[in-house]
C-alpha cells in the first residue's frame, strides 16, 4: 500500500544529476522546476516565495553536506521531494561546507499523516552517513529514486 | 542510563526527526537507553509516561514549546535548540548525561542554566515572543470570523444597522424576509465573536505561560481586561498576570492532601482572584482618569480650530490602542460631536471633519498590516500572513480590530508604525477638510463622504506609510536576532 506513494515522493524526473548553481537560490530554483513540470507544484513562484520564507528564518544547510530547502506550501500538490547532487557544492549556510546533496522537500499545506509520515521518515534516513554516501555514487537519477524508495519504507 | 528527548522545529517536516534520529544513533552508539517523542506535523505520539517516568535525564530540543511539558515534571532536563541536537549529537548526549546531578529540574523553579547573559536576554526574548504568538494564534480565527461578518452587516444593511436601536429593533421584529434582519443578525454574532477576543488572547497566552492552569485565570483576567475598558493592551498584561500567577500557584509545595484539588479548584481559583483583582484595582480607576483627561484635552485642542493637528492627535489615539481607552476615547469624541449636529447640513463642518479623520485613521491600521504582509511575507508568521487576507476586508470596513493580532505579537514594533500612518492619514484628511455624517461604515459610507477621492487618496496614502514603517521597524530589530540565530546555528 506504501508503494505508490513512495513512488509519489521522488521519481526520477525530479532528480538532477551533477547539479550546477552557485546559489542557494539558484539550485532551491532549478529543483522547485522539476516539481512545477511534473505538477506537483502548482505556482513555482509562490512555492518560492514560501521557501524563502522558511529558510529566512535558519538557513537550512546541516553538517554533513546537505542542504534541505523545505516548505509547507498551498502551491504544492503532492508530498514530494526533489533531489540534486553537486560535485562542486552549493552553500546552504552550513558550518562545515557547501551541500553536495540537496533535498527539496514540498509538502502540502493540509497533507494528511501519511504521507508526513514518509517524509518523517526520509528525514530520519538523512542522519545516515552511509545512506548519504549511496545517494552522492549513484551514477543517474533513476538509481536515485530507486534507492530512496527502497530505504524509506513505512 | 536512561535518556528520553523530544524534539520540535519551526516547519515540523525536516529537522524534528532528522533530529530525533541523530539522538537515537549518538544515545544507543554511547551505550544508553534512549527514546525521542518528534512533536512534528506527522502528528506525535507521546512517550508512554512509563518511560518518562523511568529516565534519568531529558533532553528538549526544541525550537517550539515543548507540548504538555508537565509530563516530565521533576526530570533534570537540558534545554537546547533544534539544529543543535543535529549537528553535535553526540556532545548533547555526552553534556545532558554529566549534567544530571546540578541541572535544573523541569517545572522546577530554577530556570535552564545559560552560559552567557547575552543568551539569556535573548531566550527570554524568544519565549516572550512564543507565548504572545501562542495567544495570538488562538485569537485571529475569532477576529477574522467576528470582523466579517460585521463587515457583513454593513453590506446588507447599510451603517444603519449600528445606529441606536436599528439592530435590536431588527432582531426583535424577527422578520426572516427582511434583509435587515439579516445585517441585525450578522452584527449581533460578529459582535458576540468579538466578545471573545481579549478573553482568547490572554487565556492561551496564560496557557502557553503555564499550561492548563493558566487557562482560566487568563480568560478571566481577559474579560475583565474587556469589562474596565482596557483593550487588547490589558489582556496581554492579564495574559502574562495569569500565566505567572497560574505557575507561580503550580511549584508551590502544598501538603498531600491538598494535591487533588490544586489544578481544578485552588489554581484557577487564586490566580484568577489575584489576576482580576490587580486589573481592577490598580487599572480601573487610572483608565477611567486616563480617559477623562484626554477627552478634555481634546476638547480643547478641536477648539483651537487647527484640524490638520487634530487629524494627527486622534490618528495616534485611534491606533494606539484599538478598541482599548485611548482608542475609545478619540471614537467617542467623534460620534458625540456628531450627534450634536444631526441637523448642520454645512458638509465640512468640524465636527464631520472629525468624524471622517477618526474612521479613516481607523481604517488604515488593518490595511497597511495586510500590504505589508504581502510586500514582505517573509516577515511575517503563517498565522499572521493568514490573518493579512481578512485584514484588508475588516480594514475596508473600518473594523481596526484587524490589526490587534500584529500588535499583539509585536507591540513594540507594530504599533508605532501603525500610529504614525494613522495620524498621517488624520492630518490629511483635516488638510484637505473633508467631512463624514456616518459613524462606521468604511467603504460603505465612503459615498457619503464629502469628497470621496481624496478621501480614498489619504486612506491609501496612510496605509502606504503604515506598511513601509511597519517593514522598517520589523527589519531594524530583526536582522540583529536573525544573525544571531544563524550564528548559533553556525556554533552549533
Redesign the interface.
Given at each position: 500500500m506504501t508503494d505508490i506513494q513512495n513512488l509519489a515522493l521522488t521519481s526520477e524526473d525530479i532528480v538532477i544529476v551533477g547539479l550546477v548553481a552557485e546559489t542557494k537560490e539558484d539550485a532551491t530554483r532549478q529543483l522547485a522546476q522539476t516539481l512545477a513540470a511534473a505538477g506537483r507544484v502548482t505556482d513555482l513562484e509562490g512555492f518560492l516565495e514560501d521557501v524563502q520564507a522558511r529558510e529566512a528564518q535558519m538557513a537550512t544547510g546541516l553538517p554533513g553536506g546537505i542542504g534541505i530547502p523545505h516548505a509547507r506550501s498551498a502551491h504544492v500538490t503532492v508530498p514530494s521531494v526533489a533531489v540534486a547532487t553537486s560535485e562542486k557544492g552549493v552553500n546552504f549556510g552550513a558550518a562545515d561546507g557547501p551541500a553536495h546533496l540537496i533535498f527539496l522537500i514540498a509538502a502540502p499545506d493540509g497533507s494528511d499523516d501519511k504521507h508526513l509520515h514518509i517524509l518523517a521518515s526520509l528525514a530520519r534516513k538523512l542522519v545516515h552517513e552511509d545512506f548519504r554516501q549511496s545517494l552522492r555514487e549513484a551514477r543517474n537519477g533513476a538509481d536515485i529514486a530507486e534507492i530512496i524508495k527502497r530505504e524509506v519504507q513505512q | 542510563m536512561k535518556i528520553v528527548a523530544v524534539t520540535s522545529c519551526?516547519?515540523?517536516?525536516?529537522?524534528?526527526?532528522?533530529a530525533?534520529?541523530?539522538l537515537e544513533?549518538a544515545g544507543k552508539k554511547a551505550g544508553y537507553e534512549i527514546s525521542v517523542e518528534?512533536q512534528?506535523?506527522?502528528?506525535s505520539t507521546p512517550l508512554p509516561q512509563a518511560v518518562i517516568d523511568a529516565a534519568d535525564v531529558v533532553i528538549f530540543a526544541t525550537d517550539l514549546e515543548v507540548k504538555d511539558k508537565n509530563r516530565f515534571n521533576g526530570k533534570p532536563f537540558l534545554q537546547i535548540g533544534v539544529?543543535k541536537a543535529?549537528?553535535e549529537a553526540e556532545a548533547v548526549i555526552a553534556s545532558a548525561v554529566a549534567s544530571i546531578s546540578s541541572a535544573p529540574l523541569v517545572g522546577g523553579s530554577a530556570g535552564p542554566r545559560l552560559s552567557t547573559k547575552v543568551v539569556a536576554n535573548e531566550r527570554t526574548a524568544t519565549r516572550i515572543r512564543k507565548w504572545l504568538m501562542t495567544g495570538v494564534s488562538y485569537m485571529i480565527p475569532f477576529v477574522a470570523a467576528g470582523g466579517i461578518l460585521i463587515a457583513l452587516a454593513f453590506l446588507l444593511g447599510g451603517y444603519e444597522i449600528a445606529l441606536g436601536t436599528a439592530k435590536d429593533d431588527a432582531l426583535a421584529a424577527g422578520n426572516l424576509a427582511d434583509v435587515h434582519y439579516w445585517a441585525a443578525l450578522c452584527l449581533a454574532i460578529g459582535g458576540t465573536a468579538f466578545g471573545f477576543l481579549l478573553p482568547v488572547l490572554s487565556g492561551f497566552i496564560a496557557f502557553a505561560i503555564a499550561d492548563r492552569p493558566g487557562l482560566v485565570p487568563g480568560f478571566v483576567g481577559g474579560a475583565v481586561a474587556g469589562a474596565v475598558g482596557a483593550g487588547f493592551l490589558g489582556a496581554l498584561i492579564t495574559g502574562f498576570l495569569g500565566g505567572f500567577s497560574a505557575l507561580g500557584l503550580s511549584r508551590l509545595k502544598v501538603p498531600n492532601w491538598l494535591k487533588p484539588v490544586m489544578p481544578v479548584v485552588l489554581i484557577p481559583l487564586v490566580a484568577s482572584l489575584v489576576t482580576g483583582g490587580l486589573m481592577f484595582i490598580v487599572l480601573g480607576a487610572p483608565i477611567k482618569a486616563l480617559m477623562d483627561a484626554l477627552t478634555a484635552g481634546l476638547t480643547q485642542l478641536a477648539d483651537s480650530g487647527n484640524l490638520p493637528l487634530v487629524g494627527l492627535v486622534l490618528g495616534l489615539m485611534m491606533a494606539f490602542d484599538m478598541g482599548g481607552p485611548v482608542n475609545k476615547v478619540a471614537y467617542l469624541f467623534a460620534t458625540g460631536l456628531l450627534a450634536t449636529q444631526l441637523a448642520n447640513t454645512n458638509p465640512t463642518d468640524p465636527s464631520f471633519v472629525i468624524m471622517a479623520m477618526v474612521m479613516a485613521a481607523g481604517m488604515t491600521p488593518p490595511l497597511g498590516l495586510a500590504l505589508a504582509t504581502v510586500l514582505r511575507?517573509?516577515l511575517f508568521s503563517n498565522a499572521e500572513r493568514q490573518n493579512g487576507k481578512a485584514a484588508w476586508l475588516l480594514g475596508a470596513f473600518f473594523i481596526t480590530e484587524g490589526a490587534i493580532p500584529f500588535a499583539a505579537a509585536d507591540p513594540i514594533r507594530v504599533i508605532p508604525s501603525i500610529m504614525i500612518g494613522s495620524s498621517f492619514t488624520g492630518a490629511l484628511v483635516g488638510f484637505f477638510n473633508i467631512g463624514l455624517r456616518a459613524p462606521h461604515g468604511g467603504l460603505v459610507v465612503f459615498p457619503l463622504v464629502s469628497n470621496p477621492l481624496l478621501y480614498i487618496l489619504a486612506v491609501v496614502l496612510g496605509t502606504v506609510v503604515t506598511a513601509l514603517l511597519v517593514i522598517v521597524a520589523k527589519n531594524i530589530k530583526r536582522n540583529p536576532a536573525?544573525s544571531d540565530?544563524?550564528l548559533e546555528?553556525?556554533?552549533?
Open positions: - | 519551526i516547519t515540523g517536516i525536516a529537522h524534528t526527526y532528522m530525533a534520529e541523530a544513533q518528534t512534528g506535523s506527522a502528528g539544529s543535529l549537528a511575507k517573509h536573525t540565530e544563524a546555528a553556525a556554533i552549533a
